[in-house]
């Protein structure tokens, strides 16, 4: 490709607007870009916030806790200071790292993008940004409705979730299709729906973050810390049983706990409370950790770029996902449940990156295609 093929591409995904921080949300967009960077063209990361993200921020939290109990909310509470310091942190990172937009865009705005920016088309991913249940609806930006997006959009590891459509939707989910002129899925779940309601290329695609290397996030991952050994516990939703397990584990292999979670309880039983790790310590504390116990989709991809010995727990509006992955590294053996006895034995990690590296040449490939369309 040579100079004058370069075409810029505004990304549209679940980021910078949201109720909490979100390191796979941070890093997927970071890693979306990168990739678009290196098959040489000029990612542009919209600084976009749907109708029904406005006026949320990580820096109030309360009104749209999963948890609603007392008890949730007091951590929540107690950990307000770290989530200030957070906050700051990923706000830091998007303007530093991300090439995010001059402009600010919503529904009444959004098409001036394309002239204030500069931009050729859309990539509309990753994450969950199909989950009508998430975003209560369909989100004209996410579908590539708004007048601008409607084919010059292709979508790469876009995620429906553990969606539920009513037959109502399927109409509408059709007709949103339609926009793209390409799409990746992120999981299979809804690839043979898709590929029966378009007649545009349609493929199973690897989340943004297994497009980069562990040499990638070398690059801006933190300086390691003095820490004694320790398990990283790093929780996207309270789960006792989760809780429990990586206690024991610690206990039983000697090691000290560190925690990213809202618990500030856990802080007496001696656990380093670390809510207020930015982007780049997340992924120091996932690099230099003995095991990595999580319910997070993102937090167990980083524990296999970096190679580390890790069980991921189920986890409600997470299953789908997490279960995929699983597969796709041919680990579903570390999928845990309750606080049981794991397996025995670390990840055969050689044979789980090549089985990686295989599915990120055929996601680059089609990455290539999309954005080459004309």
Known sequence: MGFHDMRTFGTVSYNMHCSFTNYGSALQSWALGRAIARLGHRPVMLDYCPDVLRGRTPLDP????????????????LTLPAIRVNCAKFEAFYRGRCNVSAGAYTSENFCECVGREGLDGFVCGSDTIFCIDEFKGFDDGYYANYPCMRGRS??????????HFAPSDYPVLDARLANFKAIGLRESQMLPYVKAHTAVPCARVVDPTLLLSREDYDAIAAPAAPHAPYLLLYTRRYNPAMEAFAVREARERGLAVVEISLRAVNAARGHEMRYDAGVEEFLALVRDAALVVTNSFHGLIFAVQY????FVFSREQGDTKIGEVLELFGMEECLLRSDDRPPAGPPDYVRVHARIAAARKESYTFLRAE????
């Open 62 to 77: 309360f009104a749209h806790m999963w948890d609603q109990d007392e008890e949730s909310r007091r951590m929540c509470e």
């Open 371 to 374: 954005l080459e369309l004309p």
């Open 154 to 163: 292709v979508a790469y590891a876009a995620s429906f979730g553990d969606v």
């Open 307 to 310: 190679s580390r010995p890790c």
